[in-house]
């Protein structure tokens, strides 16, 4: 299994111009959660999904758009880069059975500055 | 979610063993301690979690205070390879299984 994987690995944006950051799992989790870091803070959730074609807001969602058309794939949509976007996008993914607990796994992340 | 509370840093020598402390004292009855851990330039891994008991797996141990309101990640011989931000986070037992990030501690590893 490849895990949870992220293109692109890095890339500059003007202000403006909108991207779409690519995220995929192997693993056939139904859940899926797109978190970012900014420098020297832990991670904050932007959006998540517990399956295809239904998706959720989290703690820092303005600004970004996101879908789930499959189980594999969860790409997240920036539209109007602004320079506070400028962060590293971990995705991650985890299989939920009920009320037990199972682990996440991110992806290497994607390091976007907006300029 | 309740809140956590970590040293920002420690340092540990090679070989020796890590207390990473992380207090949570308004947890509730429901909630469970995650631990995971950022290397550099990665993103975060899983490392270990528990509800009540104490736990261990290949990578770490963790105790759990009696009263759940502390709980300490316990590296049994650490190695160079450990150096990361260790993470303690707390999610509710059948609760939305988003994960509330802090700063974490960096824990370093000196040779």
């Known amino acids: 299994n490849a895990g949870v994987t992220q293109t692109p690995k890095f890339r500059i944006l003007k202000i403006g111009q909108s991207m779409t950051l690519q995220c995929a799992q192997d693993m056939n989790h139904n859940y899926m959660y797109w978190y970012r870091q900014d420098p020297g803070m832990g991670l904050k959730l932007i959006y998540y999904?517990?399956?295809?074609?239904?998706?959720d807001k989290g703690e820092v969602p303005n600004g970004y758009n996101v879908s789930r058309s499959t189980t594999e794939y969860f790409p997240l949509r920036l539209e109007l880069a602004a320079p506070s976007q400028t962060s590293v996008y971990f995705c991650?993914?985890?299989?939920?059975?009920?009320?037990?607990?199972?682990?996440?796994?991110f992806g290497p992340g994607t390091r976007l500055t907006v300029l | 979610d309740a809140k956590t509370t970590q040293p920002n840093s420690m340092e540990s020598n090679e070989e020796e063993p890590v207390h990473l402390p992380c207090n949570h004292s308004t947890i509730s009855g429901t909630d469970y301690i995650h631990w995971y851990r950022q290397l550099p330039s990665q993103g975060p891994e899983y490392v270990i979690h528990?509800?009540?008991s104490n736990v261990n797996n290949r990578m770490a141990s963790l105790a759990i205070a009696e009263d759940r309101k502390s709980s300490t990640l316990i590296l049994h011989r650490a190695t160079l390879r450990d150096a990361a931000v260790y993470y303690c986070?707390?999610?509710?037992?059948?609760?939305?299984?988003?994960?509330?990030f802090g700063k974490g501690t960096k824990l370093t590893v000196n040779p």
């Open positions: 986070i707390l999610t509710t037992q059948g609760g939305s299984e988003k994960l509330v």
């Open positions: 528990g509800l009540t």
């Open positions: 999904s517990v399956g295809a074609g239904i998706t």
């Open positions: 991650a993914s985890n299989r939920r059975r009920g009320v037990s607990y199972n682990e996440q796994f």
